[in-house]
């Protein structure tokens, strides 16, 4: 009861601050709208997901029995018509990769047991949707013969589809609606971090200790206030992205608040720990604030839209947590894919038990406050 | 005895705070802790509410060791911290039931102790009003509010008037001599001498971590009864000289303050004249001289060789 009483207030205190909750209500608008705004144009352009040309080499030997490799290709080539994609059957993997290089073009080769998929690093979605595609229709056709066989790739992290659906490419808004959603729950954080600051500074932090709560208790309270205001103070914009801007979120939501709810968990814990960490509060605040929060939304796409392809980079990048729920959330409501839905959860939920347990170790060597 | 504290030393690194302290409160005390800042009486009073350790010594309270019985000790104490220790966004109302449910009041003893302590601080027509609107006056009060609606037998006093104005002073001193007379036990600590002297039936001055001195104000003051202090205020003072009134015979200490010399000399030696001609002879226009009436002021001064608010 003591800590709910805790959390209560603390939950009334922090929604009544009406700076932090004017600015948790009108920065992710504000963004989300004029970055939809301003980007529209080079969304429409940059993300046609569909490619354009597909060349293919067939050098299948005549006498296998890899013709499931072929019957995947025809029924791609035939899918492929339907979506005005251009086939080209050409006699050699040299000129192949030469077309590669100049033109943008995907090619394939068909190899016993391989489809291999050549591509330049300009066309790296349309690449990961030939990828699917062909996955998709390997799982369809041929489920139970295909197992000795692999489609192979350039490159890793590509989508891995079960089943190819033509779906909309995501708008500007779409996009933005929701990774400035998701930047919004990092900065909740804040809540926390200035929220151990000022019951440090006048004292209730440690007329809490007198009252007989301990030290770990007091801050399991102000994680479980802050996850729950920085939830609550995202409803507005939420509501906002959803119904005004229509940013598409998919048809999943217990997927997509599973991952937004980690998001808010690593968030929270992040924020916290800084409480701890430093003595001076705009140390913390540099880092967090200035430093840590921003260079995460960066990375994550928050901003501009990031394209994988760079190898060191994206290394960085998915350090990041923010990058991998927002492909999470991207990949399952424009794709249905779910294959780093389970990290993203678990990296999220990993590193907010790693800070906590930080925190726990911190509070408990000091002493004084 | 309700507090027994022995040998009581904290130390933060190379700095000792707290010095070998033993002093004992008894029931319905209201003890006085004096001293200029940093002379160890916040670190005191925060190993007493276990917010920290002592580095070495014994606290009892209640006759329990506070080490062993913490929890059962710390519910039947209330503080009233230095700063206001209240949620800013919250209302009257709110902040005192805060701290009466870390408390563990519940249901009609949480109204109880609501109204109690509306009642006892005059704010029951404030109850409704965010923290952050009332004045510094109201939120002291509301402070000490906070620190009684559990009904505490020893309640903490850290500094509970610093920067308010003289009514809402006198009314938190007048708000300590009533919970005293309701049976509370109180600790009150503070720099300003009048707040103490007026208040407190025990005084303890500390100076740099050590007490210098224990007793009623009486006790204290008969310490330097065998001494005067005379007052000399002159213009364009160079207190450089100042150190040369200790080589005239009976002085034993002196502080300087805005052109106010006091010289705290052995009644037994009359030196008055020394004194006046030291002043002239160093071309000191003297613009008053009066002997002062002894007070907390003056031990100090007397035992420490500073003025309070050094």
Redo the contacts between chains.
């Keep these: 009861?003591?800590f709910l009483?805790?959390v209560y207030?603390d939950i009334?205190?922090?929604l009544?601050?009406k700076t932090s909750m004017l600015s948790m209500i009108i920065f992710p608008i504000v963004l989300m709208t004029t970055l939809g705004i301003t980007l529209s144009g080079a969304f429409s352009s940059s993300y046609e997901f569909k490619p354009k040309t597909v060349i293919y080499v067939n050098n299948l030997s005549t006498t296998s029995d890899f013709s499931e490799e072929k019957l995947i290709l025809d029924n791609f080539l035939e899918l492929g018509k339907k979506n005005n994609i251009t086939f080209k059957e050409i006699s050699s993997l040299d000129e192949g990769k030469k077309e590669v290089q100049t033109t943008n073009s995907i090619l394939l080769e068909l190899k016993d047991k391989n489809i291999i998929v050549y591509k330049n690093s300009m066309n790296k979605y349309s690449t990961n949707i030939v990828i699917s595609m062909l996955t998709s229709i390997s799982k369809k056709v041929t489920l139970s013969t295909i197992t000795n066989g692999d489609i192979k790739t350039l490159e890793e992290g590509f989508t891995t589809a079960t089943e190819f659906q033509q779906k909309k490419g995501f708008t500007s808004y779409d996009y933005y609606g929701i990774v400035e959603i998701t930047m919004m729950v990092l900065y909740g954080s804040l809540y926390g971090f200035y929220s151990i600051y000022n019951n440090r500074?006048?004292?209730?932090e440690?007329?809490?200790?007198?009252?007989?709560?301990s030290k770990n208790s007091y801050i399991l309270t102000k994680v479980t206030s802050t996850f729950i205001v920085t939830i609550i103070s995202l409803i507005p914009a939420m509501v906002y992205s959803l119904f005004v801007l229509k940013a598409y979120w998919g048809e999943d939501f217990l997927s997509v608040i599973a991952l937004l709810l980690s998001l808010n968990f690593f968030g929270t814990t992040l924020g916290i720990l800084f409480g701890y960490i430093f003595k001076e509060e705009k140390h913390g605040s540099f880092f967090l604030n200035t430093l840590i929060i921003p260079v995460m939304t960066f990375l994550g796409g928050g901003y501009v839209y990031l394209e994988d392809g760079n190898k060191l980079l994206d290394i960085v990048r998915y350090i990041s947590p923010l990058t991998l729920i927002n492909k999470s959330i991207l990949s399952i409501a424009f794709y249905e894919d779910y294959s780093k839905f389970y990290i993203s959860i678990l990296y999220c939920l990993s590193l907010g038990i790693l800070f906590l347990i930080c925190t726990f170790c911190i509070s408990s060597k000091k002493?004084?406050? | 005895m309700l507090i027994n504290i022995e040998n009581l030393t904290k130390n933060?690194g190379d700095n000792i705070a707290v010095d070998n302290l033993t002093l004992s409160i008894e029931k319905g005390e209201i003890l006085g802790l004096l001293g200029p800042n940093g002379a160890g009486k916040t670190t005191t009073i925060?190993i007493i509410?276990?917010?920290?350790?002592p580095t070495k010594g014994k606290v009892e309270i209640f006759g329990k060791s506070l080490y062993k019985y913490?929890?059962e000790i710390?519910?039947g104490?209330g503080?009233v911290?230095?700063?206001?220790?209240?949620?800013?966004?919250?209302t009257v109302e709110?902040n005192i039931?805060?701290?009466a449910?870390?408390?563990?009041l519940?249901g009609a003893s949480l109204r109880e102790g609501l109204n109690y302590a509306l009642d006892f601080t005059s704010l029951q027509d404030h109850r409704k009003t965010?923290c952050k609107n009332l004045s510094g006056g109201m939120q002291r009060r509301l402070n000490i509010a906070?620190a009684i609606s559990h009904k505490p037998e020893i309640i903490i006093m850290d500094e509970p008037t610093v920067g308010i104005d003289p009514q809402s002073r006198n009314h938190i001193l007048n708000m300590a001599k009533e919970l005293n007379k309701e049976g509370c036990t109180i600790i009150y600590t503070s720099h300003y001498m009048e707040e103490v002297q007026q208040l407190c039936n025990k005084i303890v001055i500390m100076d740099n971590g050590k007490l210098i001195a224990k007793g009623s104000k009486d006790d204290l003051i008969s310490l330097i009864s065998d001494n005067s202090t005379l007052e000399i205020e002159g213009y364009d003072i160079d207190e450089s000289i100042l150190e040369k009134l200790l080589e005239i015979k009976g002085v034993k200490n002196y502080s300087f303050d805005e052109n106010k010399v006091l010289i705290t000399s052995s009644k037994d030696v009359s030196n008055l004249s020394c004194i006046i001609n030291f002043f002239t002879s160093n071309n000191i226009e003297i613009k008053n001289v009066g002997y002062k009436t002894l007070d907390l002021e003056d031990v100090f001064l007397t035992l420490t060789g500073k003025k309070l608010r050094d």
Excluded: H, V, W
Aim: positive net charge; glycine residues 6%.
């Design positions: 009861m003591k009483s805790i207030y009334l205190d922090l009544r601050d500074r006048n004292k209730i440690a007329r809490c200790f007198q009252g007989n709560l002493e004084a406050y | 933060f925060n509410t276990s917010i920290l350790k913490g929890a710390k519910a104490m503080i911290p230095q700063c206001i220790s209240l949620y800013e966004n919250l709110e039931s805060f701290f449910k870390l408390y563990g519940r965010k906070c």
